[in-house]
């Protein structure tokens, strides 16, 4: 028998939502939701609001999660924030090595592999982040650049961790674009991330670890995403802004 694996559908408000209005976005949700069994659904504030959303989540079947953490605990690090700070404001999760973080902001594997390290030890889950550019899908590196950030960013990880934690895939030509990979594009990524990890930790830990979409998904082609094999759930952005279209997507997606 095949192991079912639990979805998540979270959304990464990226630079949006003040804490009032992440906790009223999440009381407005979970009313809209109800009971959700077989998803997990996370939210991912900024760090300002990460406290006052967490709060809003007691008691409903949303958790919250950090978009990003430094990897040190303490120290002379101006401006950086740490896993058990994102904790301590009530993080379950925090999101790792975005295709942003990695543009911008100078994010690199060996940095992913800190962050993601510095997340397990504060007791909290990943959701590590790989995709590649459009340029590197034109020209054929796509299981390339894949297989580079699976291994590093997993390499300072245990088997038993791995099959803890998240693995979003997000194309980076679909985020914010409105080009949603097709069904069948995305399980294949997912599918050959899902084997990379088996590669390296065995077929049990790739069996269990869960395998995320991100990049343009909507409430009219969540369902087809998430019923493909090797998708375990979507990491949303644009679309998780708004209760009604986050709220869609997760009914779309419920097992
Ligand atoms: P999008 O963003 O849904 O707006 O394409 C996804 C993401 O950046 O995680």
New binding site residues.
């Given amino acids: 028998m095949p192991i079912q694996r639990k979805l998540i559908m979270a959304g990464?408000w990226?630079l949006f939502k003040t804490g009032p209005e992440g906790a009223a976005f999440v009381k407005e949700l979970a009313a809209c939701l109800g009971a959700v069994e077989g998803l997990d659904v996370v939210v991912a504030p900024p760090f300002t609001s990460l406290h006052q959303v967490a709060e809003a989540c007691k008691g409903t079947a949303v958790t919250a999660a950090a978009q990003d953490v430094f990897w040190e605990e303490k120290g002379a690090f101006t401006g950086e924030v740490a896993p058990h700070m994102v904790r301590d404001a009530g993080a379950a999760w925090a999101?790792i090595g975005?295709?942003?973080r990695r543009q911008y902001f100078g994010e690199t594997d060996e940095s992913v592999a800190k962050k993601a390290r510095a997340v397990v030890d504060a007791g909290l889950a990943p959701i590590v982040?790989v995709g590649e550019l459009e340029n590197e899908r034109e020209s054929g590196l796509t299981e390339q650049v894949l297989k580079r950030q699976v291994t590093e960013g997993l390499s300072r990880m245990s088997a038993e961790e791995v099959a803890a934690l998240a693995i979003?895939y997000?194309p980076v030509w679909?985020?914010?674009?409105?080009r949603?990979a097709t069904p069948q594009v995305a399980q294949e990524a997912c599918a050959y991330i899902r084997g990379l990890v088996a590669e390296r930790f065995g077929s049990q830990v790739a069996e269990r670890v869960r395998i995320l979409y991100?990049?343009?998904?909507?409430a009219d082609n969540a369902s087809e995403l998430m019923s493909q094999a090797d998708i375990d759930g979507g990491?949303?952005?644009?679309?998780?802004l708004e209760v009604e279209s986050f709220a869609g997507i997760i009914e779309h997606s419920r097992p």
């Fill in positions: 990464n990226k999101i975005h295709s942003e982040c979003a997000e679909a985020i914010g674009t409105g949603t991100g990049g343009s998904v909507k990491l949303v952005g644009g679309a998780s």
